[in-house]
């Protein structure tokens, strides 16, 4: 092995094993390639004590990288086995996500929130069924700005109880130049967990609604 074909080769982080594989460059492989360059060095022209020391600073540079890679990944295994606890704890609990749709039983009435930006001298809340009829309207009047509880008893505009189901509520609040959609913060239950793939986020599976990301989740219960 010549002197300048180590040296090109302790300048690199990775090596090219063959055509169709590369292989990085760890610090084992790096300690041989400096101690092989010592002992086939010219010994009428040394290396320099500012090389050497440079190639040491290259190596205690690769040991430390490898270190960091270890300790992040402990870390993001821990806090991903302490998501995954937090997440499934939730199963068979309702919790409070921002959408528009939602399992109503209708036998009970049925809670919620809207987020109001601004005071509006009239809030009301449309519901619609799962075709997309109308259903009813849930008038609150004027509100003052932030979160605005609303409840519907589960009844058509005629009085008559609608049956158990998915229903789209769209909030709207009156203002002088015109009428705007609102934020509805609804209830659903957690039917199970998805765990993130490669360090990706829980995702809650939600009756009638899918997966949301456990980061979309508000509040825990009612």
Known sequence: MSVSGVSSALDQYQIKQDTTQNKELGKNEFLNLLVAQLNNQN???PQGNSEFIAQLAQFSQVEGIEKLNTSMGSLLSGYQSSQALQASSLVGHKV???TDKAVVDTAETFKASLVLPVTSSNVYVNVYDSAGASVNR???GQQAAGSV???WDGKDASGKVMPPGTYKF???ASYADGTKGLYTLLPANVDSVTL???GGEM???LAGLG???LSQVQMIGQ
């Open 170 to 172: 769209e909030a709207q």
């Open 211 to 213: 997966s949301v990301p």
């Open 196 to 198: 993130g793939q490669n």
């Open 43 to 45: 010994p009428l022209e």
């Open 138 to 140: 849930i008038n609150l």
């Open 203 to 205: 995702l809650l599976n």
């Open 96 to 98: 409070i996500v921002p």
């Open 149 to 151: 509880t609303f409840m």
